[in-house]
């Protein structure tokens, strides 16, 4: 039997990356899909496919940083599967630069994706998962969220506070209401992040480390995401950090 059969996972910011590549990996560990990104056409093909495959999905257009829609969504996948057990908040953004440059406005950009749209997620599934007494919360730090980089002042400052509320989570819920909390961090995985990166300079220094055949693939993460969730239940995997063979930092 798939270890996530009649599951149901949502995963924010699925349109491509890690979020696409792990809600792959649980549907197809039998996992019930909603699938959210502000990209719809996205998502939308994704859950095509996941239905093609046999599996079943929802595809929701939702921006993080707006509340409401995120409590839109868990309303949907209650109405749609019956409840939520997982929650991946992947939505991140990553616009590197040197602070010098002054670069406010992707700075207050990282903050409301990174930090806020990970505390509208948590707000929004919460209750539900209180309810049940059962979930689990899967957040997305970085290294980023343990080693400071130049030039990824505001990005770091941003993981190392994912990292200090899924440890809060996990003492304030996991004894006592049987909520479960993981906290990935990836080293340099490959994807759409480095778009983001409009400072040339930022982006010189970080090219190194995300080379083709050397980097992570999203699938990389998806997988230690699939192992994390699968865990019975008296099993609560708190942190997974991974890196390349070849990332010293």
Not at 113 to 139: D, M, R, W, Y
Not at 173 to 187: H, M
Not at 240 to 245: F, G, K, W
Request: proline share 5%; charged share 25%; aromatic share 4%.
């Amino acid at each position: 039997m798939k270890p996530l059969l009649r599951k149901t996972a949502i995963v924010t910011g699925a349109s491509s990356g890690i979020g696409r590549a792990t809600a792959l990996a649980l549907a197809r560990e039998g996992a019930n899909l909603v699938a959210t990104a502000r990209r719809f056409e996205r998502v939308e093909k994704l859950a095509r496919q996941i239905e093609e495959e046999g599996g079943s999905a929802l595809a929701l257009r939702c921006d993080v940083r707006e509340p409401s829609e995120v409590e839109n969504v868990v309303d949907a996948a209650r109405k749609r599967f019956g409840g939520v057990d997982i929650l991946v908040a992947n939505a991140g953004i990553m616009p590197l630069s040197l602070l010098r440059k002054r670069h406010v406005a992707e700075w207050m950009a990282t903050v409301d994706i990174n930090i806020k749209g990970v505390l509208n997620s948590i707000a929004a599934v919460l209750p539900l998962f209180l309810e049940q007494k059962s979930g689990h919360f899967v957040t997305l730090s970085s290294v980023a969220g343990r080693k400071v980089f130049p030039g990824s002042a505001v990005y770091c400052a941003t993981k190392y506070a994912v990292r200090a509320l899924s440890e809060g989570l996990r003492m304030e819920l996991s004894p006592s209401e049987n909520i479960r909390v993981t906290i990935i961090e990836p080293g340099a995985v490959l994807t759409e992040l480095l778009e983001t990166i409009t400072d040339p300079e930022a982006l010189h220094g970080i090219q190194p480390y995300f080379q083709e055949g050397r980097a992570l693939r999203p699938e990389d993460i998806a997988s230690a995401i699939v192992y994390a969730v699968s865990q019975p239940p008296h099993v609560n995997v708190n942190e997974i950090l991974i890196r390349p063979t070849f990332q010293e930092l």
